[in-house]
């Protein structure tokens, strides 16, 4: 089957690093996307990894792994804000469709 | 602005009721989705379409039925509703990029359907 594994909590303190997993097993791969949710929203786009290795973008990082079917998002410098859910998806054929992780929910804490 | 809009936001209806719920999109992106996400779950699929015409069903299955007569407009219907259908229902829309991540999907708002 296919399918997308990330823990389904974590917790944090304000101004720190959190470092969020995701494992993939998927029939196809065309990239990894992670989006954050937070509660009662809607997703928006975080990052996009089609090649291994880090991408970053100011307090957020992505890493991908293909070999390992590994990815990761790092949180710098947490901010109250932050606190939400962060969704790993990834694209498994040439049409593009996303196989959903169930998210994982940040606590971020004073 | 560009954006997806999506109506209503909030939604509480009988069973047996039909419902259309609306999403439109101002990207002028060809590929529109559908999707289901009960609280604390993984987003499901349940319709998509590449443009004008093109409508297909996604992983879930559904009692439900889409069209897409407009490339901005792309409503879901559902023709007798359930309790089981009580959930948050997510538009979104992509377009392919060249460069850069492919197919990034932007969504709607959504709508939270409760059914009685």
């Known amino acids: 089957g296919q399918n997308i594994d990330q823990p389904t909590e974590m917790t944090a303190t304000e101004g720190a690093i959190v470092q969020i997993n995701c494992t993939y097993q998927?029939?196809?791969?065309?990239?990894l996307f992670w989006y954050q949710q937070h509660a009662g929203e809607a997703p928006t786009f975080l990052s996009y990894?089609?090649l291994d290795g880090l991408e970053e973008k100011g307090r957020f990082s992505s890493f991908l792994s293909r070999s390992k079917g590994y990815s990761y998002l790092l949180l710098k410098e947490l901010q109250m804000k932050d606190s939400a859910s962060y969704l790993c998806?990834?694209?498994?054929?040439?049409?593009?469709?996303?196989?959903w992780g169930a998210g994982t929910k940040l606590i971020i804490k004073p | 602005e560009a954006d997806i809009y999506q109506t209503p936001r909030y939604l509480v209806i009988g069973t047996g009721k039909k419902i259309t719920l609306e999403c439109s999109q101002t990207?002028?992106?060809?590929?529109m989705y559908w999707y289901q996400q009960d609280p604390g779950m993984e987003l499901h699929l349940i319709h998509y379409s590449y443009g004008v015409n093109s409508t297909e069903k996604g992983d879930l299955s559904s009692e439900s039925t889409v069209s897409r007569i407009r490339t901005e407009h792309f409503p879901l219907t559902l023709e007798s509703a359930r309790p089981s259908h009580t959930s948050q229902y997510l538009c979104?829309?992509?377009?392919?990029?060249?460069?850069?991540?492919?197919?990034?999907?932007?969504f709607g708002p959504g709508t939270r359907l409760l059914v009685l």
């Open positions: 990894n089609v």
């Open positions: 990207m002028g992106h060809d590929k």
């Open positions: 998806a990834v694209i498994k054929d040439s049409n593009y469709q996303l196989i």
């Open positions: 998927t029939s196809g791969f065309n990239g």
């Open positions: 979104a829309s992509s377009e392919y990029r060249a460069g850069g991540p492919k197919e990034t999907q932007y």
